[in-house]
Structure formats: C-alpha cells, structure tokens
C-alpha cells in the first residue's frame, strides 16, 4: 500500500509582510473579550491553554456578567465596550457579540486601535464586511474572522493534500452542520434584528468547507424553509464549479442533522466524522487500503486560531494567510446570493442600522 501521509511538508505558515509594528516577543499576547456568551467563554477557555496569551480585559453589557467571566483570568471587568476598547493594556480585541452587532463593534475597536479578531459570520452582508475590511487595512489594523475551522491543523492538512494532488482530481464535497434549536424567538439564532437563521451561524462552516477545497462555484441553487420571522431555518444548498465538481450542503435549526463531511475523488474519499468543523482527524479510503489522517490538535480548535493571531501580531502582519480577508468577504457575497434565492432579508440590506444591545444576549 502507498501512503499518502508520506514525507508530508511542515504546517508552518509562511510569514506575510509586516505592515504595522510588532507586538513585543517578551510578554504574552493581551486580550480583551468582548461579550460573555457561550462562544466567549469557549475560546476564553481554549485560551488559557496558550502560555504566551492573557486575557487582560473582559467587556459587556452587564458590569455583574463581565465580573464573573473576568474573575475566571484575573482580568479587568467592564460594564461596556467603550471601556473595553479604550484599555491600554489590550492587545487585541476579540468581538463575540451576536451577528448584527459586528460591524459597529469592530468599527468601535477600530476607532480605539485595535486590531480585531471577530467572530462569523463576519457582518450581515457583503457590503458590510467590505467596509470593515477596508477601514483595517487603512489603519493597518490586524483583522481576522473568527473562522476557526481553517486553522485547525487536520483541515489544513486536508487542504495541502488536495492542493498537492495526493487525493487525486476532487469531484465531489458534502458537508452539513446543524441542530434542533429550542430556544425563544428573541433569542439570537432566532431573532431577524440579531441576523438569526441557518445560515449565518451553520451554513457558514459548510460553504466555508467546499470553498477551502473547490474555490468559487459559477452555480448557485438553494431550497429553505423559513421562519414567519422571515429567517431560514433548513436549508439545503446544490454548488457548480468550472472543474465540473459539486458539492452537496446543508444546515438546519430543526434536526439532529449528521454534522459530518465528505472529499471524493477518482481514486478515494476523505471521511470526516461529526463534528466534522472541529475535526481531530480524517479517514482516507482509498484503492487500495485506509488512512487515518491525524493532527494534534490544541483544545478544541479554538486555540489552534488564537495561536495563528498571536503569530501575525508579532509579526507585524496585518492579515492572516489561513483566513484571507478576501476569502472572507467572498463568501459574504456568495451568502448574499443565497439570501436573495431563498428570500431572506435583514435590516443592514436595506442600510438600516443594527439595533441597540438589548436583553437578547451574545454570541
């Protein structure tokens, strides 16, 4: 049997350009966590596993929220934002509040001259995310979405196989990430104001997924079920691309879906197991035999993403090669072309502003 795990290249990233001034290599990389949902504390947990990061700061809405969180880290707690951004002791701000609230949050950080890691999807729609990434590149502010999934080392590994031909011509991907959501209308997920729906917080990682192997389809079909709010709630998305590949995805609120993913070519398939978006390894099955593709991989993934920020801060990189900017607001218009098919709308599409941060809770 021939591997195709033999004499495999380093997953160093190659250093980019060095644009801003570095963070100093003597103290660990600070950071200020905006918002103290389930999200947060995940990548706050993840965090502590990095000896050169420090939570310095924690902001939200509530003073008594960021306390408890910030106890956790021995980290300053406060009661907004403003406050949040405005610490000097902040090296970069990691913004974890719900969809809507992204592009005023991240233009606040901005302002203050912080470099932003922000969580995805990145704004509403494509022509927020193109403002924000041109006002960071302005300032030459580091700025990052928080799409964690490519910086996980099995799915990079994935992606320089496929790059390299080892797994063959690619023919066909699948992926699906969803489950049953239980939770009151006026909760994020669900809320239209708060860019609610499938799509923005599962469908993302699918797409995201054929996007790192297939690059931009030229088709484009989508079917949905939608809310009475008007946001989508199951969804199931069939992709072209000029190779002649398809790929197969899909996302919902409403069931236990199989949240795994699928690589075939002509002589193999790539299995990934669920959760197939933080992957701890992969099985190739091919003509002649079966692999299991393994990386180490830190925490749950979360950390392997912060550790790929704190690489381009101190390196006086403004943008990171694993998560392209580009890319990023690439496939916000690709996501702006499945709203239009499957009639989903938010305020931002129509320039109206997000709303003000209410009960409704974080990301």
Known sequence: MTSILRGLPSLDVTPGPRLTEPLPADRPVRWGIMATGKIARSFA????????????????????????????????????????????AVDIVYVATPHALHKQDTLMAFEAGKPVLCEKALTLNARDA?????????????????????????????????????????????ADLGFFVDRPDTDRLLAPELGGGALLDMGIYP???????????????????????????????????????VASLSSTMTGRSPRTASIATETGRVDIAE?????????????????????????????????????????GETESPLVPLDETVALMRLMDRIREQIGVRYGADDGRRSPAPDHRGSN
Not at 208 to 219: E, K, N, V, Y
Not at 220 to 240: T, Y
Not at 287 to 304: C, F, K, M, S
């Open 45 to 88: 947990t993840d965090l502590a596993l990095l000896p050169d990061a420090t939570i310095a700061a924690v902001g939200s809405r509530r003073l008594d929220s960021a306390r408890e969180f910030a106890a956790a880290y021995d980290a300053t707690a406060y009661g907004s934002y403003q406050e949040l951004v405005a610490d000097p």
């Open 130 to 174: 193109e403002e924000l990434v041109a006002e960071a590149r302005a300032r030459r502010l580091f700025f990052m979405e928080a799409m964690w999934m490519r910086c996980n080392p099995v799915v990079r590994r994935l992606v320089q196989l496929a790059s390299d031909g080892v797994l063959g011509r690619l023919q066909q991907v699948r």
């Open 207 to 245: 797409l995201t997924f054929a996007h790192l192997f297939l690059g931009a389809p030229d088709q484009v079909g989508a079917a949905a079920s939608l809310a009475p709010s008007g946001i989508d709630l199951n969804l199931s998305l069939s992709l072209g691309y000029p190779s002649g590949a």
């Open 275 to 315: 959760p197939f978006h933080q992957p701890t390894e992969a099985t190739w099955v091919g003509d002649d035999g079966t692999e299991t593709i393994t990386e180490r991989v830190t925490g749950t993934g979360l950390a392997d993403e912060a550790q790929e920020v704190m690489r381009c801060l101190r390196n």
